[in-house]
Nanobody, 126 residues
């Protein structure tokens, strides 16, 4: 089992930056790919970014490509999401999740993920 705890959310103005962290405990991080998802009020949870077990491969949703960067520090068992040029549409609760390597679902599919954090709120004011 892996347990995940997100932090780093908050209130920021349009154009600002935030860095989210996801601390993993239990099984070590390098056994899993890690993803970030978000859920805005009244909307379904959506994929944001994924990083592979080795850290060598990343995938981003088109809506955040070029603005967000996912990174992992396996030594600290932590995954980060650096968010730049934030927009009001980025306002959401952000969740990190762990994805086993052997998987029938692709990286953007929530069904691929077996553990989720509790979420951290990001609010971008206009």
């Amino acid at each position: 089992q892996v347990q995940l705890v997100e932090s780093g959310g908050g209130l920021v103005q349009t154009g600002g930056s935030l860095r989210l962290s996801c601390a993993a405990s239990g099984r070590i991080l390098r056994n899993y790919g890690m993803g970030w998802f978000r859920q805005a009020p009244g909307k379904e949870r959506e994929f944001v970014a994924h990083i592979s077990m080795s850290g060598s491969s990343t995938v981003y949703a088109d809506s955040v490509k070029g603005r967000f960067t996912i990174a992992a520090d396996s030594g600290k068992n932590t995954v980060f999401l650096q968010m730049n040029s934030l927009k009001p549409v980025d306002t959401a609760v952000y969740y990190c999740a762990a994805r086993p390597q052997v998987n029938v679902y692709n990286t953007s599919d929530q069904r691929a993920y077996i553990a989720w954090g509790q979420g951290t709120q990001v609010t971008v004011s206009s």
